[in-house]
């Protein structure tokens, strides 16, 4: 395995609206980018913006242009299903639904229990349904083409990351917004009966997780922003045990190429850095 430091710099710049050119209605969305913007906690200011790549060009209001209201509360997360996108938006506890061709508006889900805030986290996908972390301790499953919750499935304390391996969803318990002590465990959920069958403890609130080309699963372990430090779990789908713990400090994980590019925020310098880790 090989870790390699980053340096990002980012350069902020705007444009006129009107200038900006949108994807064509006739054509998938191409040549560009769509990014979620998570705005400010109980601040309402999510957003999603367009990146044209022909022009460059930004629109900052595309979710607005588009459906003619606002996105809401904490955008979470964004993934693309088939012919949809989905939007998870936090505190404002909905999904927004779009179209992947023209990014017209399908529906918003509500997530909604017992006249609660679900708090939905984060969204993946397996044979035509969606699995939703929900921070009341759930994943929901929605049926893709009805786009309606169907069930909900129990898990650990403040749910977040989830990957889909071999047939079972791995899902991290944070316990991040607990009181006491976080949680420190990965619920493991047979996709066939949609029941969790285990956890498996990996370290003290566990984030984003992540599968590479093997199958092996990769967990974001934070600690407690102080006196435990984070680490990467890495856990075998086969035999579902924790088989390495590397002290790498990480905060998040996206998938570049093969590779990791792993995020990390020190809450104590206020100083971020990316690293790019290579699996094989």
Known sequence: MRLTSLILLLLLGSCKKDQVSYPSSETQLEN????????????????????????????????????????????????????????????????????????????????????????????????????????????????????????????????????????????????????????STVSIINLGTELEEQKVRVGLNPGQVISDADGDVYVAIRGNYASVSPSLARIDSQTDLVIQELPIEVSSIVEMNGKFLLSYYDFNTTMSSVKVFDPV
Do not use: H
């Not at 913007?37 to 913006?49: D, P």
């Not at 930004?58 to 012919?83: A, E, H, K, M, V």
């Not at 044979?127 to 499935?153: M, P, Q, S």
């Open 32 to 183: 560009g980018m769509i990014v979620l913007c998570e705005g400010l906690f109980q601040q309402n200011n999510s957003s999603v913006s367009w990146i044209d790549f022909s022009n460059s060009e930004i629109s900052n209001s595309f979710f607005l242009d588009n459906t003619q209201r606002q996105l809401g509360d904490t955008g979470n997360d964004i993934q693309q299903y088939g012919n949809k996108i989905y939007i998870v938006v936090n505190v404002s506890s909905t999904i927004e639904v779009i179209d992947a061709v023209d990014f017209s508006p399908i529906k918003q889900i509500p997530m909604i229990a017992n006249s609660v805030s679900k708090q939905p986290r984060n969204i993946t996908f397996y044979e035509g349904k969606a699995f939703v972390t929900c921070y009341d301790g759930f994943v929901d499953v929605i049926d893709t083409n009805l786009l309606e919750v169907t069930k909900r499935i129990a898990v650990g304390s403040n749910p977040e990351g989830l990957a889909v391996v071999n047939n079972k969803l791995y899902v991290s318990n944070s316990g991040g917004l607990n009181s006491g002590p976080m949680d």
